[in-house]
């Protein structure tokens, strides 16, 4: 099976603050597959280290109140394509992010406080019916 994983889950310091999100438990679940790393919001434009970020009533911004949506979704676009082109057939993505996020996202306030929500990244999935999951809802 083709997988697409954030490509911070795989170890990729791609992450806001230069970091990763290196998973065990993804490593283990796509042995054997054909994998696919993806982060949107490097596709998008934005550089690496960069402002944390969250969806404000519905627009993607940093703390500052600067806007960063268009870089947002051109990201989910490209990665949208890239999805697309190889005939992907799941998609693992990091929790809680305002690309990735599957289930929760943070709220806007840049507080740590989590609501149901998703990502740009994974909404654009759900509208393109491409099957998304949370890498906490792996086992
Ligand atoms: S956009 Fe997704 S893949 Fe990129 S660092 Fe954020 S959570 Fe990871």
Redesign the pocket.
Do not use: G, M, R, T
């Given at each position: 099976m083709k997988i697409a994983v954030?490509?911070?889950l795989l170890g990729d310091n791609?992450?806001?603050n230069g970091g990763n999100?290196y998973s065990e438990k993804v490593k283990n679940y796509i042995e054997g597959h054909e994998v696919i790393p993806?982060?949107?919001?490097?596709l998008g434009g934005l550089s690496t280290p960069r402002e944390p970020a969250e969806i404000d009533c519905g627009i993607v911004k940093n703390k500052d109140g600067t806007s960063v949506d268009a870089q947002f979704r051109k990201g989910a676009e490209l990665a949208l394509d890239i999805v697309i082109k190889n005939q992907v057939e799941l998609v693992i993505?990091?929790s809680r992010?305002p690309?990735?996020g599957v289930n929760t996202i943070y709220d806007g306030s840049f507080t740590g406080k989590i609501i149901p929500g998703q990502g740009v990244f994974a909404e654009l999935l759900k509208k393109n019916n491409i099957k998304a999951i949370d890498v906490a809802d792996i086992r």
């Open positions: 954030s490509a911070c791609c992450k806001y999100n993806i982060c949107p919001e490097v993505l990091q992010s690309s990735c």
